[in-house]
């Protein structure tokens, strides 16, 4: 989603042959002030409109005992858990509790680090929930 800049940094190190100047390449987003604070609560949406398409496909297959009906159930939960955590990922900024990006990965690393960890363990929990009622 967002295009990397590269920019060349110039620095100056001292060693024994003198002074050399050594290039590096450092990545730069163009886009992080764009993405900070927005809301990306049509996201959210699509996570609700997934969730209702699992539950729906679920008392379809309750309804009618159509156990691949289950597993359409199961894979549209998962979906569900795991758009949050990929949207994070994407962005590099993590969501607050009202889908607003507030935490860059490179600005604010632990609080990232820690609402990525959170959105995974949903994901996980979501999942493990939804095999747990294809199985029975």
């Known amino acids: ?29 163009t886009d992080q002030s764009e993405v900070r604070g927005k809301s990306y609560l049509r996201y959210f949406g699509i996570v609700v409109s ?7 496909c679920a008392a379809l297959a309750l309804m009618h ?3 691949e009906l289950r597993w359409v159930a ?10 949050p955590a990929l ?16 935490y860059g990965r490179a600005t604010e690393p632990r609080r990232y680090w820690a609402i990525m960890l959170l959105a995974v363990i949903l994901a996980v929990f979501w999942g493990y929930v939804a095999i747990g009622f294809a199985r029975s």
């Open 50 to 56: 997934l969730s209702l398409a699992a539950v729906t």
């Open 74 to 83: 199961a894979g549209l939960l998962i979906a569900a858990g795991c758009v």
């Open 1 to 29: 989603m967002s295009d990397r800049l590269f920019r060349v940094v110039g620095r100056r190190s001292q060693g024994k042959i003198g002074q050399e100047r050594t290039l590096e390449l450092e990545g730069m987003t």
């Open 65 to 67: 005992g159509i156990s």
């Open 87 to 102: 949207l994070q990922w994407q962005l590099g900024f993590a969501l607050d509790r009202s889908w607003v990006a507030r």
